[in-house]
C-alpha cells in the first residue's frame, strides 16, 4: 500500500507570493490534516478535512486554507507568503470514520519544506 | 495554539543507558499517541494508549498511562544508536466534537553517544 504522498518536496517563494500544496493520502483513508512543523513552535495543528468537509480547524490566519477532492486528495495553500511561513508542512492521513471523537493513528507524508524569501 | 509540555526537552544519553520522556497534560484524556521522528524525517506513529493505567511494551519501549489519565510517559531500556531522534506525546486536546485534532506535544530530542 503506497504511503502518504506530499508534492513538491522542497519550494521557494518571496514574500508577498502564494503556495499550494498537495496532498494524497493513503488509499481508502477519508480524513487528512495539515500540520506546521518549525524549530521555534513545534508541531502545528492547521486544519483537518473529511469528505471534502473541514471537520476542525487549528489556529492560524485565514491566509491558511484547504480543501479536500472527492477522491480524499487534499491541498492547502498559503497566500501573501511572510517570512515566518517558512517551515515544514506535513500531511497525514488517518482511517478514522466520520463522527468519531476518538483520534485514530496518523500516517504522515515525508513533508513539503517550504522557504520563504 | 495550545502547547503541551514535554519534558525533558532534550537528553544525551551513552549507548546503553536507559530514557526516559514525560508529557503532562492539565486536563483528562480520552487517549494518547507517542510518535517518533527521525532527523530530517517524518513523525512514525509509536503506540496509542486508551485506559487508564495502561501499560504497553514494545521491545525497548515500555509507555504508561496515568491513572488520572493526565500524563504518559515514554521510558527506553538501554538506548541504541537507533533510538536517535525526537519523540512526541500527541492527544486531543482542544477537540469538542468529532474528528482528527491532535495536538503535539513539545517533544523531546533524544541523542545517543557511542
Known amino acids: 500500500k503506497a504511503g502518504v504522498t506530499q508534492t513538491p518536496r522542497y519550494l521557494i517563494k518571496t514574500r508577498g507570493q502564494q503556495v499550494t500544496l498537495s496532498c494524497s493520502p493513503i488509499?481508502?483513508?477519508?480524513?487528512v490534516s495539515w500540520y506546521q512543523q518549525t524549530p521555534g513552535q513545534g508541531l502545528q495543528f492547521l486544519f483537518e478535512y473529511f469528505s471534502e468537509t473541514q471537520r476542525n480547524k487549528g489556529n492560524f490566519p485565514g491566509r491558511f486554507s484547504g480543501r479536500q477532492f472527492s477522491n480524499s486528495r487534499s491541498e492547502m495553500n498559503v497566500s501573501t507568503l511572510e517570512l515566518g511561513d517558512s517551515a515544514l508542512y506535513l500531511c497525514?492521513?488517518?482511517?478514522?470514520?466520520?463522527?468519531?471523537?476518538?483520534?485514530?493513528?496518523?500516517?504522515f507524508g515525508e513533508g513539503s519544506r517550504l522557504t520563504v524569501l | 495554539g495550545q502547547q503541551v509540555m514535554q519534558i525533558p526537552q532534550y537528553q544525551h544519553v551513552q549507548e546503553g543507558e536507559d530514557f526516559t520522556t514525560y508529557c503532562n497534560s492539565s486536563?483528562?484524556?480520552?487517549?494518547i499517541q507517542w510518535y517518533k521522528q527521525r532527523p530530517g524525517g517524518h513523525p512514525v506513529f509509536l503506540i496509542q494508549?486508551?485506559?487508564?493505567?495502561e501499560v504497553k511494551k514494545q521491545k525497548r519501549l515500555t509507555f504508561q498511562f496515568g491513572e488520572a489519565k493526565k500524563n504518559s510517559s515514554l521510558h527506553i531500556t538501554a538506548t541504541q544508536t537507533t533510538d536517535v531522534g525526537t519523540y512526541f506525546c500527541a492527544g486531543p486536546w482542544g477537540l469538542t466534537g468529532g474528528g482528527n485534532k491532535l495536538t503535539f506535544g513539545t517533544g523531546t530530542q533524544l541523542k545517543v553517544e557511542l
Open positions: 488509499s481508502g483513508h477519508r480524513s
Open positions: 497525514a492521513s488517518s482511517s478514522s470514520s466520520f463522527g468519531a471523537a476518538n483520534t485514530g493513528e496518523l500516517f
Open positions: 486536563t483528562t484524556l480520552s487517549n
Open positions: 494508549l486508551v485506559k487508564s493505567g
